[in-house]
């Protein structure tokens, strides 16, 4: 289902996590799990994988993240306030150590001059740490590869959650 490049960076994740004592969790919009989905093509993925959230509307966002309505009103749904609330409710709402979350643009409609097909909020925490904030701009590659590039990326936030 995933390429090879995708399924070893998963494969070498779980297994620092699982060294470390460590439980993730997803917050996903516009990769609709792909993101945990990935995590587990990986044996021995229920070790590291607490839960994943699947918040692909704004009323899911709200109702199981606890993401404000207000914040997506004022900012949209694809913004750093609507990454960082998501990735905080995932982990009050989980027993997870790490969450990443993802909010963004896949195309190929739905963008605009402020936010173009291929714009990603993504926010990492661990528990304990303050929240981590980017934003990617991947341009419009197409719908798989915006979302391959958002896995990507959201593997590599996870792995800096696990540093000391």
Same mark, same amino acid.
């Given at each position: 289902?995933?390429?090879?490049? #995708?399924?070893?960076?998963?494969?070498? #994740?779980?297994?620092?996590?699982?060294?470390?004592?460590?439980?993730? $969790?997803?917050?996903? @919009?516009?990769?609709?799990?792909?993101? !945990?989905? #990935? #995590?587990?093509?990986? +044996?021995?993925? @229920?070790?590291?994988?607490?839960?994943?959230?699947?918040?692909?509307?704004? *009323?899911?966002?709200?109702?199981?993240?606890?993401?404000?309505?207000?914040?997506?009103?004022?900012?949209? +749904?694809?913004?750093? @306030?609507?990454?960082? !609330?998501?990735?905080?409710? *995932?982990? /009050?709402?989980? =027993?997870?150590?790490?969450?990443?979350?993802?909010?963004?643009? /896949?195309?190929?409609?739905?963008?605009?001059?402020?936010?173009?097909?291929?714009?990603? &909020?993504?926010? +990492?925490?661990?528990?304990?740490?303050?929240?981590? $904030?980017? $934003?990617? =701009?991947?341009?419009?590659?197409? =719908? &798989?590869?915006?979302?391959?590039?958002?896995?990507? &990326?959201?593997?590599?936030?996870?792995?800096?959650?696990?540093?000391?």
């Amino acid at each position: 289902m995933f390429d090879d490049e #995708l399924e070893r960076s998963a494969e070498t #994740l779980i297994t620092q996590a699982r060294a470390a004592g460590l439980k993730v $969790a997803t917050a996903e @919009s516009c990769t609709g799990g792909l993101i !945990a989905g #990935l #995590l587990t093509e990986i +044996a021995g993925s @229920s070790h590291v994988l607490e839960r994943g959230f699947v918040t692909y509307s704004n *009323a899911a966002k709200q109702e199981i993240l606890d993401v404000p309505a207000e914040v997506i009103a004022n900012q949209g +749904a694809v913004s750093e @306030s609507v990454a960082r !609330a998501m990735a905080e409710g *995932a982990l /009050a709402h989980s =027993r997870a150590d790490i969450v990443v979350a993802v909010t963004g643009v /896949a195309g190929p409609g739905g963008g605009t001059a402020e936010k173009p097909v291929g714009l990603v &909020h993504f926010a +990492a925490v661990r528990r304990g740490r303050a929240t981590l $904030a980017e $934003a990617r =701009r991947f341009g419009d590659l197409g =719908r &798989h590869a915006v979302r391959r590039e958002t896995v990507v &990326h959201a593997l590599d936030l996870i792995r800096r959650q696990m540093a000391p």
